[in-house]
């Protein structure tokens, strides 16, 4: 009995270093204050820095409230004691998009591979693996990062924060369909999940407490419009996730190609 | 650090069940537990690192407080049981400071009910019984303990770090 359980204990363990998400150490400052920002792996005690090479890191910029792009990645030092530095003079509501390419490959013996797919609510992938008759087998992924995250510049209202219902066009990506800043306590904030730019039905979107983030606060599946909506808690710093795989071609060396998203912000309301 | 509930439940188990209920003075032991566990819970929290080499403290107590109900009489002497009890319950208690003090409830439930079976089954002098139980323990605890300090094997690497 002992034995059969210590693999599983293992698993707990493991199952959780998934998400990844851009923190800024503030969600708001002044024009022109530097906002410090990491790249977060992980939740509840695993939760640790990402030790991403910058060379995978495709694209680092902010969508200003006129929707001109900055680049950022001249601010990127990646490791040291934060991972970005980004200023912005005009005040406004930002978002900041982080982008790598897919050549993380993760290889898992079958018992992990299953769990992280049912974990992370990727049915189909199951499915193909079981009519495959693969499930006895290791699974290996390639996968990317497409990371968001909302920072306010200057006092609240002194622009109008447009750019963070419309898409920012990555792969995989979470759209509110309302400003999360402007919810208040136990408001509704719908998201619409886009896949390669099309809505994505049947996806698992969570919702996670970062300050508290052992377990998410709730959990939902996009509908046949990639809608999904939440209510917020209140005042804290928040975070959306969603992982999507597809098959790879049958030349390839892993078995699915997986795009990991995520929206974090802070709520002041 | 691993879900201690487990570790917690197997050492109030062990400590009540085995040392309590079979050792001398068993108020003394009780009370010499429950100050420990006291101390530990409101003593500093300590670092967040910690929590595994606490862990793997609990288990080496499940292992001895289960190992010594082998030993023969003469070589029980109070002392040992007093400082099994003294240290499992400052163990609890700081594992209790790590995890959250709401898991202590686990070691507090499953010291009192381990206390009170072992100190019915010692009135009929079911030793045996209890040490077969004694045995599991140790098994138990062997394996996990050795858990925590074997190098990770590839297929258990934590995944998606990137």
């Known amino acids: 009995m002992p034995l059969r359980f210590a693999p599983l204990c293992l698993l707990a363990v493991a199952a959780d270093a998934h998400d990844f998400w851009l923190q800024p150490a503030r969600w708001q400052a002044a024009p022109g204050e530097p906002i410090r920002m990491t790249l977060q792996v992980g939740h509840g005690p695993y939760r640790q820095r990402s030790p991403i090479p910058a060379r995978r890191i495709v694209r680092f910029a902010a969508i200003a409230p006129n929707g001109r792009q900055i680049d950022l990645r001249p601010g990127m030092h990646i490791g040291g004691a934060d991972d970005a530095t980004a200023a912005f003079g005009a005040p406004g509501t930002y978002v900041v998009v982080l982008e790598t390419d897919n050549r993380a490959e993760s290889h898992l013996p079958a018992i992990r591979f299953n769990d992280y797919l049912k974990v992370e609510g990727l049915t189909p992938a199951i499915a193909l693996r079981t009519s495959a008759g693969r499930m006895d087998a290791d699974g290996a ?75 998410p606060v709730a ?51 | 650090m691993r879900d201690p509930h487990l570790a917690l439940a197997l050492l109030g188990v062990a400590t009540g069940g085995l040392t309590v209920g079979f050792g001398r003075k068993g108020g003394v032991l009780l009370g010499a537990i429950a100050l420990a566990a006291t101390v530990g819970a409101v003593l500093p929290t300590p670092d967040a690192g910690t929590g595994e080499p606490l862990l793997a403290l609990a288990w080496g107590l499940i292992i001895i407080a289960a190992g010594s109900l082998w030993l023969p009489d003469r070589l029980r002497p109070h002392a040992l049981n007093l400082v099994i009890a003294i240290v499992s319950g400052g163990t609890a208690g700081l594992l209790g400071r790590v995890a959250g003090v709401g898991t202590l409830g686990w070691f507090a439930v499953a010291l009192t009910f381990s206390t009170v079976v072992s100190i019915l089954l010692a009135r009929k002098r079911w030793r045996l019984p209890i040490r077969v139980v004694a045995g599991w323990l140790v098994a138990i605890g062997a394996l996990n303990a050795t858990l925590t300090i074997l190098p990770v094997t590839p297929g258990y690497l934590p995944d998606h770090l990137e």
């Open chain 1, 141 to 215: 992924e390639n996968y990317s990062r497409h990371a968001k995250t909302i920072v306010r510049v200057g006092l609240a209202g002194a622009q109008p924060a447009s750019r963070v219902t419309k898409p920012a066009g990555l792969a995989l990506e979470i759209v509110p369909e309302a400003d999360p800043l402007t919810i208040g306590r136990g408001g509704a904030l719908p998201v619409r999940i886009y896949y390669r730019g099309t809505p994505l039905a049947g996806a698992l979107v969570k919702l996670n407490d970062l300050d508290h983030d052992a377990e």
């Open chain 1, 219 to 269: 959990m939902r599946r996009s509908d046949a419009q990639g809608r999904a909506v939440f209510r917020l808690p209140g005042k804290g710093n928040w975070q959306l996730n969603v992982v999507w795989t597809r098959p790879q071609p049958k030349t390839s060396l892993t078995d699915f190609d997986t795009s990991f998203s995520s929206l974090s912000f802070g709520a002041i309301e």
